[in-house]
């Protein structure tokens, strides 16, 4: 399956420490949007430490810009583990399309980044944003800073899970 992101085409092997360089990361982000496979930007999101960009920013960087999106990440990094995620998934039958370990991710405590994918491109904000607020009650876990629609998530130094399959039908939700 295709999905549509925008990704950056420099890859990271640690976490950028500064703004500057976030900010950097989002500009290419947006100017490489494009459709891809779902196991081709796993594999450079999560082995190739390239940041993606969830939301289509359209005239400039902030979230009022987003046009739309079809990619959805979460970000878990306080003391739930990978396994407990994907169990829940499984149970609400909610399919992961990827997941990977972030940078910051050690054996004491795992943090990782799960991407849902959408059938098809969302380009009703509000639909999107109903998505996101149902996404953070299913997870209480994740990340509540990340809902943005101009996030940019960040690549990872591991793939933990990949199907290229996997998608959510919009009527599902």
Aim: glycine residues 8%; proline residues 2%.
């Amino acid at each position: 399956m295709k999905v549509q992101m925008g990704l950056d085409n420099v890859s990271y092997r640690s976490k950028p420490q500064n703004g500057y360089e976030i900010d950097k990361i989002k500009q290419r982000a947006m100017k490489n949007w494009c459709e891809i496979d779902i196991e081709q930007a796993a594999d450079w999101i999560g082995n190739g430490g390239h940041a993606f960009l969830q939301g289509k920013l359209i005239g400039g960087k902030r979230a009022e810009n987003c046009e739309g999106m079809q990619v959805f990440g979460l970000d878990f990094d306080n003391g739930i583990c990978f396994e407990d995620i994907q169990q829940r998934c499984k149970r609400l039958q909610i399919p992961i399309s990827f997941a990977y370990h972030t940078y910051n991710s050690s054996e004491v405590q795992e943090r990782f980044r799960i991407v849902l994918i959408c059938d098809i491109y969302v380009n009703d904000i509000y639909i999107v944003k109903i998505i996101r607020a149902m996404l953070e009650k299913i997870f209480p876990e994740c990340d509540k800073s990340c809902k943005n629609l101009d996030r940019v998530f960040l690549g990872g130094k591991e793939l933990i899970y990949v199907d290229g399959n996997a998608h959510i039908a919009l009527v599902q939700l």
